[in-house]
């Protein structure tokens, strides 16, 4: 089972819009694995396809923690 952390960034769309996309992560593994996109389906998505994993073997930890925080905190 692969337990992801996830990050919100805010973003603009190519119009201009506000938006949250996501940044999904392992940080238990030896090496950072991640992987961010628009929604948080298409980050695991693209994390699942990325690294071999299966996506129903995915879970998600919560709560999810904004850019700005996650930044001050590392």
Request: aromatic letters at 10%; hydrophobic letters at 35%; glycine letters at 4%.
């Amino acid at each position: 089972m692969e337990r992801l952390s996830v990050i919100t960034v805010p973003a603009n769309d190519l119009e201009g819009n506000y938006h949250t996309a996501f940044t999904v992560f392992d940080d238990s593994a030896k090496d950072l694995r991640s992987s961010a996109g628009w929604t948080l389906r298409d980050a695991i998505e693209y994390y699942a396809r990325k690294y071999g994993v299966e996506k129903d073997s995915i879970r998600i930890i919560r709560p999810f923690v904004p850019q700005e925080k996650h930044l001050r905190e590392r």
